[in-house]
């Protein structure tokens, strides 16, 4: 099982990011399960979401304090939280951020900003970071994960939900692209 | 039907496929999106059932309790101190023979307020004859729910029912649950029509009445219903296996036959260790897990049995019994096993998560133990969480040493910058602005809601001045304790209890307008945000005509409580409306309350980026788009007369406030028209000096 771990701030969907990425492995035959962080939620103040992703049934339930996986939504959050906290050995780091904020593991960063603002006209970041989320780790197929977008942004205009999967798939490639 | 749901969505399904006909909603974290998830079944034309939403978690119990002894099927979900309030109608509910079935999505019962989960709301309710089934995932929370109601609604037992899983933990996680197709639910648990108890003028029952010497045989026949549900819920179990495919049944016995060490649990725990129980076993430990699925009735005779052979028994347990050595279920499993030889140690885990990880260093411990031990799990990782009260130096203010501390000084904030609300947030500036007038005279008392939940969080306080927080049903009476003690003590200080629409309105009016009708001097700051807000939107008695929230989808009918008039009746009290956007009228205000000798009541009425719908950079705006639309009119009430303070040169069009704001958005030109002529009225009635 692994063990993600979202930074965001609220307002900006780490929650969903989870449900979206967990609701998606259950696509590729695998088990998920998503779950907001126990906080106060609100609007702009840091908050975080758990992703677990296994083989079988996940039993584990809960705040994860030992990610396997660490996704930062926001570049600014990386001077409030220590999102680094706990990593596992071997872990990895996926950041929005279109500069190297020095971060100790193993980072991916992506402008995931300026993309989300490009095809969503808002800089909201989940799905584009969603898509890079796949392409880093290939734990999840880009088919899957759109599948799981649809199923959790469900209540979304059909032309808003649309801009959203062509973010995912933006995100993905801007990872494949390099 | 496999779909990836939340606890709660599944709490809302389990609802939903047992055709409940009456639903009693009160906001309270994490409880309330099965609330919501329930009004839009309905509003969706997929549940045929009537909605009401209640003042206060009593009052929804209450609701459920009045609608059971009329005959029909309740429901309502709560947790924590929701639950804790009910209690008196929990009791109503299983003396009636009324079979209401409330979700629980447990969580740590305050002060000191928690978010995580325990169960120590719903084991408070052990001795209520209440049939309590622990929930482990989303799956058995439907399946239980759909069981419960045929379990309590069975002749021999006819008791209400807790289906119970943990907030958060629980409540909040999704995963792919199995729900079942509404019609096979149809087939298993049929159309309620109760027997013993209807509304019928040909055959007129008494119903709660008084009893004298018999109370002891009602309660033996509680006691007697009780036993017998645990035959009750076997065979339905049993049914509900033949009809879904998924076995439950009083416990889960797991790998227990030849287990020498059984690790017992109740809840999502039990996930964990059923995996760990399995790879113990691959390294030829023999270790078996049971899981407790009811807790009342308990099963006494399957945990004898589960556990014949087990020399080491270890407990986790979610609540503690101050008092008693053990924890909760701990009792019950020795009192179970009272003529056993095994060794039964005790782990309190409390509110925290327990992971694979942690089970492997339980496990060691226990392992090599030779004699019984009860230990809390990671519950002193702090030595600051000794210090209760003001957080800092507990333990040198009991023993009397002499602590220095910074104060407010002239100029200086009560409440610090940097607390955590939302952006945008006009609340805060309201409250900050009156709370300067009084500087460090003020003495701060607050209920439950957004200023709570961000004002101060242990181990931070952004609190310069004294505060004292309390429960949110207790907005009058907890500050009018303080009130009197100050008098009795000589302390000098201004005494201002600031409290959301939703503490004063509704859950707390009661205690409020006791505090009014003694006289205490106690100036109240009423931040109104026109709906419960820090629960994410639900409608309050102060939410508008006509505005959306998500226990209003078509937007609210009827019109919000007139709180002037309310305190107006209670005779000699200065009342005040105010505006954040008219920050000297509302300062000149405050001064005014500061002066008098007797209570006072200033109603700011504050717009809430996320529950009105707008942008954050927007409020003041919108704010003092109320006051020149004339939806939210300043005016002073003193002497039996209104004086409006603010009359704008030119009164904007009520459409003009509404349109900016996201909640009334649905609103056809007709309804706009409806309400403008509400407002006019409101107005002339002012103008003429009348609240």
Excluded at chain 2, 34 to 59: F, K, Y
Excluded at chain 2, 94 to 101: D, E, F, I, K, T
Excluded at chain 2, 402 to 420: F, P, W, Y
Excluded at chain 2, 451 to 462: I, R
Aim: with cysteine; hydrophobic share 40%; net charge negative.
């Amino acid at each position: 099982m692994l063990r993600i771990r979202v930074h965001g701030r609220g307002g900006e969907g780490a929650v969903t990011f989870a449900h979206m990425l967990c609701a998606s492995a259950t696509f590729d035959g695998k088990f998920g399960q998503s779950c907001m962080g126990a906080a106060i939620e609100r609007r702009g103040a840091p908050v975080e979401a758990y992703g677990r992703i296994g083989d079988r049934r996940v039993a584990e339930r809960g705040a994860i304090v030992a990610p396997d996986i660490v996704t930062v939504l926001n570049p600014t959050l990386t001077s409030a939280v220590n999102v680094e906290a706990g990593i596992s050995d071997g872990g990895k780091v996926i950041v929005n951020s279109a500069s190297d904020l020095g971060l100790k593991h193993d980072t991916v960063y992506l402008d995931a900003s300026s993309i989300a603002q490009k095809i969503l006209k808002v800089p909201i970041t989940n799905t584009v970071m969603l898509g890079a989320f796949g392409a880093v780790t290939g734990l999840v197929s880009l088919d899957s994960l759109e599948k799981g977008a649809r199923l959790i942004l469900a209540k979304f205009s059909e032309e808003k939900l649309e801009r959203n999967i062509e973010a995912i798939r933006a995100g993905y490639e801007e990872v494949k692209r390099g | 039907m496999k779909m990836f749901l939340s606890g709660n969505q599944c709490i809302a399904q389990g609802a939903k496929l047992s055709r409940v006909e009456v639903v009693a909603a009160y906001p309270i974290t994490p409880a309330t999106p099965a609330s919501e998830d329930l009004h839009e079944m309905v509003g969706r034309g997929e549940l045929d059932a009537e909605v009401v939403n209640t003042e206060s978690e009593l009052g929804a119990m209450g609701v459920c309790v009045g609608a059971a002894a009329a005959g029909c099927r309740t429901f309502s979900c709560t947790c924590s101190q929701g639950l804790a309030l009910m209690r008196e109608m929990l009791w109503a509910a299983s003396g009636m023979a009324l079979p209401v079935v409330l979700a629980i999505d447990s969580r740590e019962i305050g002060i000191p307020q928690g978010l995580l989960s325990d169960y120590s709301d719903c084991l408070s309710e052990r001795d209520a004859s209440i049939l309590q089934f622990m929930c482990e995932d989303g799956q058995e929370i439907i399946d239980s729910l759909i069981m419960a109601y045929r379990i309590g609604e069975h002749e021999k037992v006819l008791l209400p029912s807790f289906v119970v899983s943990e907030g958060h933990r629980v409540s909040h996680s999704f995963e792919t649950v199995d729900v079942p197709e509404q019609e096979d639910v149809d087939k298993f648990l049929p159309k309620y029509q109760p027997k013993h108890v209807f509304v019928d003028p040909d055959y007129p029952m008494s119903m709660g009445t008084g009893v004298m010497p018999q109370y002891p045989s009602f309660k033996m026949q509680q006691y007697r219903a009780m036993q017998d549900a645990k035959t009750v819920i076997k065979e339905v179990c049993d049914e509900f296996a033949d009809a879904f495919g998924r076995r439950y049944g009083l416990v889960e016995a797991y790998r227990t036959e030849d287990a020498e060490m059984v690790m017992v649990g109740m809840g999502s725990v039990v996930s964990i260790l059923r995996e760990k129980v399995d790879e113990y076993r691959e390294k030829g430990l023999k270790v078996g897990m049971l899981k407790l699925r009811v807790f009342r009735p308990f099963p006494e005779e399957e945990v004898r049995e589960a556990l014949s052979g087990a020399k080491k028994v270890l407990v986790f347990d979610r609540a503690c019994s101050p008092g008693n050595e053990y924890g909760i279920s701990c009792i019950e499993i020795r009192s179970a096993l009272r003529r056993s030889q095994a060794l039964i140690s005790n782990i309190m885990i409390s509110g925290r998560d327990v992971s694979s990880e942690d089970v492997d260093a339980l496990y060691d411990k226990w392992a090599e133990a030779d004699d019984e031990y009860v230990e809390w799990f990671k519950a002193d990782f702090d030595p600051r969480a000794v210090s209760m009260c003001g957080f800092d130096n507990f333990e040198k203010l009991v023993k009397g040493e002499t602590v220095e501390r910074d104060v407010v000084q002239e100029g200086e904030a009560c409440l610090s910058k940097g607390i955590m609300s939302c952006s945008g947030c006009v609340s805060l500036g309201a409250i900050r602005m009156v709370l300067d007038v009084f500087g460090k005279k003020a003495i701060v008392v607050n209920n439950a809601g957004c200023l709570s939940a961000v004002g101060a969080f242990y181990p931070m306080t952004g609190w310069n001045v004294p505060f004292y927080f309390f429960s949110y049903s207790n907005a009058g009476a907890a500050a009018s304790g303080i009130e009197v003690a100050m008098k009795r003590k000589g302390i000098d200080g201004d005494l201002i209890l600031v409290a959301g629409d939703g503490a004063i309105f509704d859950i707390g009016l009661q205690t409020y307008s006791a505090a009014l009708e003694r006289g205490h001097r106690i100036i109240c700051l009423c931040y109104d945000n026109e709906g419960y807000m820090n629960t994410g939107v639900q409608c309050s008695g102060s939410t508008p005509h006509g505005a959306r929230t998500k226990t209003t989808l078509e937007g609210r009918r009827g019109r919000a409580k007139n709180m002037e008039q309310i305190v107006a009746a209670h005779g000699d009290v200065y009342i005040a409306t105010a505006s954040v956007a008219y920050p000297d009228d509302l300062l000149k205000k405050v001064r005014k309350a500061k002066s008098f000798d007797k209570p006072s009541f200033l109603h700011v009425i504050c717009p809430c980026p996320p529950g009105w719908e707008y942008d954050p950079a927007l409020g003041i705006e919108i704010a003092r788009l109320g006051v020149e639309s004339g939806a939210t009119p300043l005016y002073e009430y003193e002497d039996g007369k209104v004086t409006l303070t603010k009359v704008p040169k030119v009164k904007k069009p009520l459409a003009e406030y509404l349109r900016k704001q996201g909640r009334f958005s649905h609103l056809t030109d007709d309804d706009i028209a409806e309400m403008q002529a509400e407002v006019d009225r409101k107005l002339e009635r002012l103008t003429a000096g009348n609240l």
